[in-house]
Nanobody
Framework: QVQLVESGGGLVQAGGSLRLSCAAS????????MAWYRQAPGKQRELVAG???????NYVDSVKGRFTISIDNAKNTVFLQMNSLKPEDTGVYYC???????????????WGQGTQVTVSS
C-alpha cells in the first residue's frame, strides 16, 4: 500500500523556522512531480511549492525567498524548509506526489494526511 507520510509541523513564533518532511512508501517504481500544498481555515487549498523529477522548482509568490523545497530521491522524501515564518503561513500542509507503483506503468496522484503548521504573532 502506497502512503505519503508528513512530519515536522508544529507551533512556532513569527520569524521562526520549520522543516516539513514527506516520505513516500510502498512498491514505488518512480516519482514524477512532488509538491506541498496548504489550506488555511476558511480558504481553498493552494500550491505552496513544487519540484519536478528533474529538480525544477516553483513557488507561490508569498513564500519566495523564505521557503525551499528539496527532494532526496534515494529516500523518496520531499522536504519543505520554511524560514521567516509569518502568521499568514498558518494552515494544514499537505504533501502531493505523482507516483508510479508496481506493477502499473502509469503515474497516479497521491495525497498525504496533512500536518498542521501554526505561526503565532
Amino acid at each position: 500500500q502506497v502512503q505519503l507520510v508528513e512530519s515536522g509541523g508544529g507551533l512556532v513564533q513569527a520569524g521562526g523556522s520549520l522543516r516539513l518532511s514527506c516520505a513516500a512508501s510502498g512498491s514505488i517504481r518512480s516519482i514524477n512531480d512532488m509538491a506541498w500544498y496548504r489550506q488555511a481555515p476558511g480558504k481553498q487549498r493552494e500550491l505552496v511549492a513544487g519540484i519536478s523529477s528533474g529538480g525544477t522548482t516553483n513557488y507561490v509568490d508569498s513564500v519566495k525567498g523564505r521557503f525551499t523545497i528539496s527532494i532526496d530521491n534515494a529516500k523518496n522524501t520531499v522536504f519543505l524548509q520554511m524560514n521567516s515564518l509569518k502568521p499568514e503561513d498558518t494552515g494544514v500542509y499537505y504533501c502531493n506526489a505523482d507516483l508510479k507503483v508496481f506493477p502499473d506503468s502509469w503515474y497516479v496522484n497521491y495525497w498525504g494526511q496533512g500536518t498542521q503548521v501554526t505561526v503565532s504573532s
